[in-house]
């Protein structure tokens, strides 16, 4: 079973920020936070990972509590294209299999 | 370009009929993936292949089989799909101890 909580749907506006949150409560030591998105007839897509520093890349930010028992990704314009389910899943690095949960559904609006 | 790819992207069988999808790879990635993602539901793992070491998770039906012929190339056969196999499979890779797995567009299958 996933091991993490979200919100089932956000909306946001075209060129705002988004920031869609997770509850991870029971997440071990040694696991790691990671979101993957997953366009309409498409494939999941990794965005990003972290443990417990804040991570940047060209998609996304990830902000993790300092607890790790929650965790924000922050899609800092957000566009049409950035439409999707994302997923936030928590995992021990390496070769797990990832166990995906319900996921967000953002609509980014005009 | 590096890829994964999934062939066919659509398939459409009886019920009954034996359905075998395919999945290849540009990667050279040693862990491959099966996962079934039903309508509006998570994609769910079926299978998986670290090198030529099959794993198979508790609940995958017997129904589904799969073959690692080589590291570029697997396969996911059902034997006799049912009108609740209909989903989308979906392939992924990634290589040992790396963070990022890798999907492919899927195959969506329709079970007639």
Known sequence: ?110 | DAMVIQNPRYQVTQFGKPVTLSCSQTLNHNVMYWYQQKSSQAPKLLFHYYDKDFNNEADTPDNFQSRRPNTSFCFLDIRSPGLGDAAMYLCATSRINYNEQFFGPGTRLTVL
């Open chain 1, 1 to 110: 079973d996933a091991k993490t909580t979200q919100p089932p749907s956000m909306d946001c506006a075209e060129g705002r920020a988004a920031n869609l949150p997770c509850n991870h409560s029971t997440i071990s030591g040694n696991e790691y936070v990671y979101w993957y998105r997953q366009i309409h007839s498409q494939g999941p897509q990794y965005i990003i990972h972290g443990l417990k520093n804040n991570e940047t890349n060209e998609m996304a930010s990830l902000i993790i509590t300092e607890d790790r028992k929650s965790s924000t990704l922050i899609l800092p314009h957000a566009t049409l294209r950035d439409t999707a389910v994302y997923y936030c899943i928590v995992r021990v690095k390496g070769n797990t299999p990832l166990v995906f949960g319900k996921g967000t559904r953002l609509s980014v609006i005009a």
